[in-house]
């Protein structure tokens, strides 16, 4: 049997994560957590780096660390000890033992980097704090070097019965992990996820639905705010949903420092958690429009963690408008809320998505796009789709669409779809007349995208407004 489950998409909801925090009586030994065929001990040391002591299940000849994108462990990380070796073959990062073992020691040291399509291993907050990714612990077994290199670096040529992890973070400092805070140790199991569990002093927020960690070394004008903004946030969007969250969402916001120029940010989701890393020159100055981005962040994701709430299973890939074109309209419409012109904010908002949008749609239906290269039309078609969905339909809002086609889901068991988004729009009392072109759009693909656009916005109440060029400029109606 194969089992590969590896989560790496970056703003994606669909990324499986098993965790459970197995709280117990085995938490101060280095012993396996019980269910697992890995675990890894991983304590912070007094100088800033961890010993991670594995224990497998059984005795192994030689592992690769799944997530090995980034070639931070070599150099970084040394084995303690004799009888084993920590070596990078072909991309990926391997340790090698003399003879078969079931236990190994490393000594790590923290790096700092962004994997392309994956996680950070670990976050450095500029107040101390840091927040490591357990997931990057994760090993499975090969035969010998030869057989690691001979993967290629390719997860997907890998065979056999992939280990549980479990992962246990020892620290002397405030953890916080799964939405609370912990003291001494957590233990995390996972099969291909992973999550992060922070340590340090960072300041924390909490409300019915969330808690967050946010970097005390941040600029004062984002302190000043960050608080209010993201009750704001959980508030409106308890109140759309008609419901807070069941599992709390975990925020963290760690910043990077002011010595990059412009501005950077790298953000990821992996199950109930948010991790934004920003930085850059650009925050030194208050400016009304990071706060908009960073907001707009957040009210993105954490439409996810709504949209994840009622249990109804996640559709295809090919569909990921549904998911991320909602989160996208959500934002729009929550921030847009927030700022002193929300007009002119959606105007924007819109417009670029139409900019964004066209090219894909010209190639082929949203449907798909990505794997036609079109990633981004997922969130940019997705939205407008949404909007125009939302519009249409005078009984609900992309809430109510949402509510409706979740709980069909659920009653028939089946995952989220396009048929049902349109069902839903379709008993919200929207007319069959724009339903069919949006189905086009979405399902079979249009010769002129640009006018089927324009022609369904107009049998709504939108007022789309044009330019001499064709170009969505804004609404002259706002709602
Ligand atoms: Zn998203």
């Known amino acids: 049997?194969?089992?590969?489950?590896?989560?790496?998409?970056?703003?994606?909801?669909?990324?499986?994560?098993?965790?459970?925090?197995?709280?117990?009586?085995?938490?101060?030994?280095?012993?396996?957590?019980?269910?697992?065929?890995?675990?890894?001990?991983?304590?912070?040391?007094?100088?800033?780096?961890?010993?991670?002591?594995?224990?497998?299940?059984?005795?192994?000849?030689?592992?690769?660390?799944?997530?090995?994108?980034?070639?931070?462990?070599?150099?970084?990380?040394?084995?303690?000890?004799?009888?084993?070796?920590?070596?990078?073959?072909?991309?990926?990062?391997?340790?090698?033992?003399?003879?078969?073992?079931?236990?190994?020691?490393?000594?790590?040291?923290?790096?700092?980097?962004?994997?392309?399509?994956?996680?950070?291993?670990?976050?450095?907050?500029?107040?101390?704090?840091?927040?490591?990714?357990?997931?990057?612990?994760?090993?499975?077994?090969?035969?010998?070097?030869?057989?690691?290199?001979?993967?290629?670096?390719?997860?997907?040529?890998?065979?056999?019965?992939?280990?549980?992890?479990?992962?246990?973070?020892?620290?002397?400092r405030r953890m916080v992990f799964e939405g609370a805070v912990r003291e001494g140790a957590i233990e995390d199991v996972s099969l291909g996820g992973g999550s992060f569990v922070y340590l340090g002093d960072g300041e924390i927020v909490e409300g019915r639905s969330y808690i967050g960690v946010i970097d005390r070394g941040l600029p004062d004008w984002v302190l000043a705010s960050i608080d209010r903004d993201m009750e704001a946030i959980f508030a409106l969007y308890e109140t759309r949903w008609q419901r807070p969250l069941d599992e709390r969402a975990v925020l963290y916001f760690a910043f990077g420092g002011y010595d990059n120029p412009g501005f950077s940010n790298k953000g990821g989701v992996s199950g109930s958690v948010i991790m934004l890393d920003t930085s850059g020159e650009a925050m030194r100055e208050e400016s009304p429009r990071l706060r908009n981005y960073l907001n707009w962040f957040f009210a993105h994701e954490v439409a996810h963690q709504f949209q994840n709430a009622s249990g109804a299973r996640n559709g295809d890939t090919a569909d990921s408008w549904i998911h991320e074109g909602g989160a996208n309209t959500m934002a729009n419409a929550l921030v847009a809320g927030m700022t002193e012109e929300p007009g002119a904010y959606i105007d924007t908002a819109?417009?670029?998505?139409?900019?964004?949008?066209?090219?894909?749609?010209?190639?082929?239906?949203?449907?798909?796009?990505?794997?036609?290269?079109?990633?981004?039309?997922?969130?940019?078609?997705?939205?407008?789709?949404?909007?125009?969905?939302?519009?249409?339909?005078?009984?609900?809002?992309?809430?109510?669409?949402?509510?409706?086609?979740?709980?069909?889901?659920?009653d028939m068991d089946e995952p989220v779809s396009a048929d049902l988004f349109f069902a839903a729009m379709s008993g919200l009392g929207a007319d069959a007349d724009l339903v069919r072109p949006l189905r086009r759009i979405v399902i079979e693909g249009v010769v002129d995208p640009a006018g089927e656009l324009r022609a369904a916005m107009a049998m709504t109440p939108l007022s789309p407004e044009f330019d001499e060029a064709g170009q969505l400029t804004g609404f002259g109606a706002q709602n």
Request: include cysteine; proline fraction near 4%; aromatic fraction near 10%.
């Open 1 to 172: 049997m194969t089992v590969i489950r590896i989560g790496f998409a970056l703003a994606l909801a669909m990324i499986a994560s098993a965790c459970d925090g197995a709280g117990g009586a085995m938490m101060d030994s280095a012993a396996l957590i019980e269910g697992t065929g890995v675990t890894a001990t991983v304590s912070e040391r007094a100088d800033g780096r961890f010993d991670v002591d594995y224990v497998f299940a059984a005795p192994q000849t030689a592992m690769i660390f799944s997530r090995s994108t980034g070639d931070y462990r070599v150099g970084a990380w040394e084995v303690a000890g004799e009888g084993a070796r920590l070596e990078r073959l072909n991309g990926f990062d391997t340790l090698v033992f003399d003879a078969p073992a079931s236990q190994v020691s490393l000594v790590a040291e923290p790096r700092f980097v962004n994997p392309e399509g994956d996680y950070s291993p670990f976050v450095d907050f500029s107040d101390g704090g840091l927040a490591l990714f357990t997931g990057q612990f994760d090993l499975m077994p090969v035969a010998d070097a030869d057989a690691a290199a001979a993967l290629e670096g390719r997860l997907d040529r890998w065979r056999g019965e992939q280990p549980v992890l479990g992962v246990r973070v020892r620290s002397d």
């Open 350 to 410: 819109y417009a670029q998505a139409w900019t964004n949008c066209l090219p894909a749609l010209q190639d082929g239906p949203l449907r798909g796009a990505g794997a036609r290269g079109y990633f981004g039309a997922y969130y940019d078609c997705g939205s407008l789709v949404s909007l125009i969905a939302a519009a249409g339909a005078p009984d609900g809002d992309i809430y109510a669409i949402w509510q409706a086609m979740q709980s069909a889901a659920l």
